[in-house]
C-alpha cells in the first residue's frame, strides 16, 4: 500500500526551527516527484518545495528560498523539510505529496501535479 506519513510538526517562536520528515511506504522515494506543501487557514494549498527526479532537481517557492531546505534520505525513504527562521506566516498545514508516475519530471512544485498525499502536520509559529 502506498502511504505517506509526515510528523515533526509543532508550535516554536519566531525566528526558530522545524524539521518536518515525511516517511514513504509501498513505493521508493528516489524514483518519483515528490515535495511539501502547505495551508494556512482560508487560503489555497501551495508548494513549497519539491524535488523531481531523475537529477533531484529541486524548486523552492520565492517565500521560503534561503530559510528552507528540502531532502531525501535514501536508506530511510524518508524526505525532510528543514526549516529554519520560521516567522508567523509559516503557519500551516504542512503536506508531503509524490506523482504516482516514477521518473516522470515535474518543473515547478503546483499541488495538482501530486497524487499520493500524506494526513498533514500542523505547524504553528508564534510568541
Known amino acids: 500500500q502506498v502511504q505517506l506519513v509526515e510528523s515533526g510538526g509543532g508550535l516554536v517562536q519566531p525566528g526558530g526551527s522545524l524539521r518536518l520528515s515525511c516517511a514513504a511506504s509501498?513505493?521508493?522515494?528516489?524514483?518519483?516527484?515528490i515535495g511539501w506543501f502547505r495551508q494556512a487557514p482560508g487560503k489555497e494549498r501551495e508548494g513549497v518545495s519539491c524535488?523531481?527526479?531523475?537529477?533531484?532537481?529541486?524548486y523552492y517557492a520565492d517565500s521560503v528560498k534561503g530559510r528552507f531546505t528540502i531532502s531525501r534520505d535514501s536508506a530511510k525513504n524518508t524526505m525532510y523539510l528543514q526549516m529554519n527562521s520560521l516567522q508567523p506566516e509559516d503557519t500551516a498545514v504542512y503536506y508531503c505529496?509524490?506523482?504516482?508516475?516514477?521518473?516522470?519530471?515535474?518543473?515547478?512544485?503546483?499541488?495538482?501535479?501530486?497524487?499520493?498525499w500524506g494526513q498533514g502536520t500542523q505547524v504553528t509559529v508564534s510568541s
Open positions: 505529496a509524490a506523482h504516482n508516475s516514477a521518473w516522470y519530471r515535474i518543473s515547478g512544485c503546483g499541488p495538482d501535479w501530486y497524487d499520493v
Open positions: 509501498g513505493f521508493t522515494l528516489d524514483y518519483y516527484p
Open positions: 524535488i523531481s527526479p531523475p537529477d533531484g532537481s529541486t
